[in-house]
């Protein structure tokens, strides 16, 4: 199976967990709700920052604002508002959200030279993966009913019985290879949150 249909298996499980077994969100938009107007005057959607509970937009701000003080002490002539981009893996593991690249913070931004982030850039984006990494855990825990702290083959095939998928045992053997680094065949919450990342669930 290729590592294209792999993603796509995944993905798609991951969205009918979601999608199917709806839960009461820890995410709840601020009394204050804005909506972005492009030039044309349609409305986008709600940008992630105003998804977020209030007490986890403060703590994504203390952390670049840390990080941010951080970086100034180790160089005089940094910015005053200016993340650089080479300094976002430490306040990203502080907010629990481990693994993330830089590379993947200039495809989120659509910017390869990408080099410093404002306070506004790393709220949105930290504001995401929180997102993500919520939902990945929900899926986590809907597949590992009996609660083993790790997702094996019989869940992956419970959940395609009930989807009314029929994927072969050898297929679902490849996913579990194809999304586990280790070789060991278990699945844990870290692996859900890279493979949400990995198809931008």
């Not at 840390?66 to 940094?78: H, M, P, R, V, Y």
């Not at 959940?159 to 994927?167: A, K, N, Q, T």
Request: net charge positive; aromatic share 8%.
């Amino acid at each position: 199976m290729s590592d294209r249909r792999c993603n796509g298996l995944i993905f798609f499980v991951f969205s009918w967990v979601i999608i199917h077994h709806p839960f009461v969100e820890r995410f709840q938009a601020p009394v204050k709700k804005r909506k972005r107007k492009l030039s044309s005057g349609i409305r986008t959607a709600t940008p992630p920052e105003d998804l977020i509970e209030h007490s986890r937009r403060k703590e994504i701000l203390m952390s670049f604002q840390t990080a941010l003080e951080l970086s100034k002490s180790g160089d005089k002539s940094a910015s005053d508002k200016l993340l650089p981009i080479s300094c976002i893996k430490k306040p990203l593991k502080k907010l629990q959200l481990p693994g993330v690249a830089t590379h993947e913070v200039k495809r989120y931004f659509g910017d390869d030279s990408l080099e410093t982030l404002d306070v506004d850039m790393f709220l949105r984006f930290a504001a995401e993966k929180s997102m993500q990494i919520e939902k990945s855990n929900r899926a986590f825990e809907l597949m590992d009913k009996a609660k083993k702290g790790v997702v094996v083959f019989e869940d992956l095939q419970r959940v395609c019985v009930e989807l009314g998928e029929e994927i072969s045992e050898e297929e679902l053997v490849e996913m579990i290879e194809f999304a586990d680094s280790s070789g060991e065949g278990l699945l844990s919450p870290k692996h859900f949150f890279r493979i949400a990342r990995k198809t931008n669930l």
